[in-house]
């Protein structure tokens, strides 16, 4: 029998690789000294309590919630129908709309965060809140479209046509039938969604302000000026969130079918 020792190598140097930078952190955070370092100088949860006392947290907190909540449904409601149309109807040049759509992903966040900028937020006196909004929806809606696109490629597209048959209007036919059936895509570009608006960092730092920035901003504002553990301890809650998220996506929804 071949020794299978390298392919068990492989494997725990691949999980190394991705877990260690995570229990780094997580190691990191629970210092009992005043200063960020690794190996920790003790081990204390104080400053995993201390996160919740700091007031910019709790108020970038906030307004990442916000945007990561509202911008993506406010994606899925332009996603929703754009992936319909492109799977239900002959649309002209419906491949180079995809690419359009897709022009977030593929474009850096720096472009994408520098071009909002120049030619929303200076010229059209667009406030920092709204300029966030707009950015974090148009960021996640490639996202809504690609994930929707896939339910509704795997929905047989006669149960709509034997709604409509049966008398129903394409809207009712659409929200009776087809929404019930791609419940499930929907929920997963939510998700998705989600953890991506929450946390972006290039688009965000360039149109972020005094007063008001995202959690990943405001978090390296505070490193700048104080470095002591809380940065540590509130990015592995952080990630906790973010993979508690995702493992109960996964669990409930199968979310690995979708993306």
């Known amino acids: 029998m071949t020794s299978r020792w390298p392919i068990w190598l492989i494997l725990g140097l691949t999980l190394t690789f991705l877990i260690g930078p995570f229990l780094i952190i997580i190691l990191a955070g629970m210092s009992a000294g005043n200063s ?50 492109l799977n239900r109807y002959d649309i002209p040049g419906a491949e180079t709309i995809k690419t359009a759509v897709a022009a977030p992903i593929i474009v850096p966040g720096i472009i994408v965060g520098l071009a909002l900028l120049r030619y929303l937020v200076v010229p059209l006196d667009v406030t920092i809140f709204m300029a966030l909004f707009v950015a974090h929806t148009a960021l996640v809606l490639p996202y809504a479209v690609r994930v929707v696109s896939s339910s509704l490629q795997n929905l047989r597209s006669d149960m709509e046509e034997a709604a409509v048959l049966l008398g129903c209007t394409r809207l009712q036919a659409f929200t009776k039938v087809v929404l019930p059936n791609i419940k ?50 509130l990015s592995a809650l952080l990630a906790f969130l973010c993979v508690a998220i995702v493992f109960t996506a996964e669990k409930f929804l199968g979310f690995s079918r979708y993306v």
């Open 36 to 85: 960020l370092a690794f190996p920790p100088d003790g081990l204390s949860l104080k400053w995993y309590a201390k996160v919740f006392t700091i007031e910019s947290f709790r108020a970038s907190f906030g307004l990442s919630l916000f945007l990561a909540v509202f911008g993506t449904l406010a994606a899925l409601i332009i996603g929703i129908p754009a992936a319909y149309a």
């Open 184 to 233: 499930g895509g929907v929920l997963a570009a939510f998700i998705l969604g989600f953890v991506t608006s929450f946390n972006e960092v290039p688009v965000s730092l360039f149109l972020s302000g005094p007063g008001v920035r995202t959690m990943p901003i405001d978090m390296l504002s505070y490193m700048e000026i104080t470095y002591d553990p809380s940065v540590a301890a």
